[in-house]
């Protein structure tokens, strides 16, 4: 494997689910980023994490937890999601410690929630 | 005032021709500029960085930057079929924040 991997490509949910969606970076990066893209809507950054200590949490609701147990595994916890929360949810990597525009993208998970 | 600002487009160019995507930013104490290519159904690929004033050339793309003007544009020369997609400019804030605009789609037309 190489580069940065997500997992699952698509996940459909209902509001009362609970998920998880997963991130693995190969690239010995020190920063991962979870991002959100909707449809005609700028990338919206969600969590940073530098060296396994997050460092940005851009005002996201709580039904979205981060966990970051290494440097190399991002995980997005989902719970009592609401429609408008489909997106794509895009893992990124990077490899300075603080932050940087130089990122690594994953091909995202497209979720939809009913 | 969005922070960065793109068209959406559709922007069409013919095959061969130069492509000129633009950008505008709000913040002025912006310093990394950047822009990603993003396929239909795919993640965004950075393809270039520009940090100071000027040009910078990579093949056959060149990424131009005025902080006095708040732009940044990217232009494409000898533009493909393959080239079609969407294009997003990020902009690293004076607050370490990346800001990505809502991207150009750009169309190379045979």
């Known amino acids: 494997e190489t580069g940065v991997t997500q997992t699952p490509r698509h996940l459909v949910m209902g509001m009362t689910n609970k998920k998880s969606l997963k991130c693995e970076q190969h690239l010995g990066h020190n920063a991962m980023y979870w991002y959100k893209q909707s449809a005609k809507k700028p990338l919206e950054l969600m969590f940073v994490?530098?060296?396994?200590?997050?460092?940005e949490n851009n005002s996201v609701p709580s039904r979205f937890s981060p966990e970051c147990p290494n440097s190399s595994h991002l995980f997005l916890h989902l719970h009592t999601l609401q429609p408008e929360d489909s997106a794509l949810y895009l893992c990124a990597s990077s490899l300075a410690g603080g932050v940087t525009g130089e990122l690594f993208f994953g091909e995202g998970s497209r979720l939809t929630v009913l | 005032q969005k922070e960065v600002e793109q068209n959406s487009g559709p922007l069409s160019v013919p095959e061969g021709a130069i492509a000129s995507l633009n950008c505008t930013y709000s913040d002025r104490g912006s310093q990394s500029f950047f822009w990603y290519r993003q396929y239909s159904g795919k993640s965004p690929e950075l393809i270039m960085s520009i940090y100071s004033n000027g040009d910078k050339e990579d093949g056959r793309f060149t990424a131009q930057l005025n902080k006095a003007s708040q732009y940044v544009s990217l232009l494409i020369r000898d533009s493909q079929p393959s080239d079609s997609a969407t294009y997003l400019c990020a902009v690293l804030g004076s607050a370490s924040k990346i800001i990505f605009g809502s991207g150009t789609r750009l169309s190379i037309r045979p």
């Open positions: 994490y530098s060296l396994e200590e997050r460092v």
